[in-house]
């Protein structure tokens, strides 16, 4: 069994990382707030995962002979979306979930 002061200084060192870690995001985020590139990343960013995820499920879809159910999940996605005033985890949500269940079941 290792020494307790020798643990203690690991945990020290884990815990020192660790919170530094943590932290330096909010400390990089008040100069970034005021960047017009972050601005717009974040109205980008949301549309562009969902671009990026559809594009992943369309590509391995139409390999697995899947391509009907991968279009209704995203007719789905759409309409939730647009229906639930823009909520993108309701809608990735929904669409995730009619996908697994037209693929599973049907």
Known sequence: MPDPGYLLAILGIVFGITFALRALPFAVLGPLR???LVRSMSGWM???VLLILAAS???SSAADDRLWQTLVAVAVTAAVHVAAGRRT???VGAGTLTFVLLVNVV
């Open 57 to 59: 499920t369309f590509r």
């Open 46 to 48: 949301p549309a562009g």
């Open 34 to 36: 005021e960047s017009r």
């Open 89 to 91: 985890l309701l809608s």
